[in-house]
Nanobody, 122 residues
Framework: QVQVVESGGGLVQAGGSLRLSCAAS????????MGWYRQTPGNQRELVAR???????SYADSVKGRFTISRDDAKNTVNLQMNSLKPDDTAVYSC????????????????WGQGTQVTVSS
């Protein structure tokens, strides 16, 4: 079993910063891609940023230059540093990890965290 837990959300004024953290734990053989997604009521979940096991990153156009994703493979964690936050960044942010488990390392499973609320006031 694998658990994914996020932390670091909250309320911040426009122009401020927040750092989200995500930790995966359990029967993990390896993690391929880790990513952050966000969703607002009535809208589909969108990819914010992702990072591969090789450290290759990609970002949504709306956050390029403001957000930075990083990971620590020794700890199975991924962080999202969010700077110059805007009210449009308000959403529930969820972490996802593509995991190869100890019991089935040939297969890749996608695990999600429960989400953390980020609210940016104007």
């Amino acid at each position: 079993q694998v658990q994914v837990v996020e932390s670091g959300g909250g309320l911040v004024q426009a122009g401020g910063s927040l750092r989200l953290s995500c930790a995966a734990s359990g029967s993990i053989f390896s993690i391929n891609v880790m990513g952050w997604y966000r969703q607002t009521p009535g809208n589909q979940r969108e990819l914010v940023a992702r990072i591969t096991s090789g450290g290759i990153t990609s970002y949504a156009d709306s956050v390029k230059g403001r957000f930075t994703i990083s990971r620590d493979d020794a700890k199975n964690t991924v962080n999202l540093q969010m700077n110059s936050l805007k009210p449009d960044d308000t959403a529930v942010y969820s972490c996802a990890a593509e995991v190869r488990t100890d019991r089935a390392p040939m297969n890749v499973y996608l695990y999600w965290g429960q989400g953390t609320q980020v609210t940016v006031s104007s």
